[in-house]
Nanobody, 113 residues
Framework: QVQLVESGGGLVQRGGSLRLSCLAS????????MAWYRQAPGKQRELVAL???????KYADSVKGRFTISRDNTKNTVYLEMNSLRPEDTAVYYC???????WGQGTQVTVSS
């Protein structure tokens, strides 16, 4: 069973940057497609970014050009580099094994104006 643990969230000012990490542990052959989601207060959880294999990626329109998803299979870790952060990026960010019910516990990102 794969377990996911996110880290790297925090409070940052508008225009700032954060890097989230998702460490996958447990029994698996290799990391499958991985995704970052977020959920803001009063809103539905939404897909932010997806990475398939080594380099194929997909982003929500709202974060294109600002966020970058990547993975390091040697460290069993998926990253979300977030730049030019905006107050509307404030949310709890979750890591997920794409297409499954395997989620991390979430990490809070707060962007102040």
């Amino acid at each position: 069973q794969v377990q996911l643990v996110e880290s790297g969230g925090g409070l940052v000012q508008r225009g700032g940057s954060l890097r989230l990490s998702c460490l996958a542990s447990g029994s698996y052959d290799r990391l499958p497609a991985m995704a970052w989601y977020r959920q803001a207060p009063g809103k539905q959880r939404e897909l932010v970014a997806l990475v398939i294999g080594g380099a194929k990626t997909k982003y929500a329109d709202s974060v294109k050009g600002r966020f970058t998803i990547s993975r390091d299979n040697t460290k069993n870790t998926v990253y979300l580099e977030m730049n030019s952060l905006r107050p509307e990026d404030t949310a709890v960010y979750y890591c997920r094994v794409s297409g499954t019910s395997l989620w991390g516990q979430g990490t809070q990102v707060t962007v102040s104006s």
